[in-house]
């Protein structure tokens, strides 16, 4: 099957034109935020959002190594073992090194 030029060129600009609206939205959305911030701190209206890390490590690594389990399981009974493989076990890695940040810095702050 040959593919016309017309089609070639169209096929390649749609991932440029996702990447460039993407960026537009991602940077329209930074200014907007911080507008909405600047305003605050001038009406003086404007909280320090606090950041809970041992609650976000502990969900991230829960969240990241059932899913990286889940894939390297999958990925080793459909292809077994290739580089594919890789898909499932980096983000198990991850959780299991998110988790492991939790249980130190949690046994380091008692």
């Known amino acids: 099957m040959v593919r016309s030029n017309a089609a070639q060129i169209i096929i390649a600009l749609i991932p440029i034109v996702g990447i460039v609206m993407g960026s537009v939205v ?4 930074l200014l907007w935020n911080y507008r909405c911030k600047m305003f605050l701190i ?3 209206q404007w909280k ?3 950041f ?3 609650t ?3 969900f ?3 969240l990241l190594s059932a899913v ?3 894939l390297t399981v999958f990925l080793a009974i459909v292809g077994g073992r290739s580089y594919g493989l890789l898909g499932g076990i980096i983000p198990l890695s991850s959780g299991i090194a998110l988790l492991a940040f939790f249980s130190i ?6």
Request: proline share 0%; glycine share 10%; aromatic share 18%.
């Open 52 to 54: 809970d890390l041992l």
């Open 68 to 70: 990286g389990l889940c």
């Open 42 to 44: 001038k009406t003086e």
């Open 105 to 110: 810095k949690r046994f380091d702050s008692r």
């Open 56 to 58: 976000f490590s502990l």
């Open 26 to 29: 991602v940077f329209f959305y």
């Open 60 to 62: 991230g690594g829960l």
């Open 48 to 50: 320090k959002s606090t």
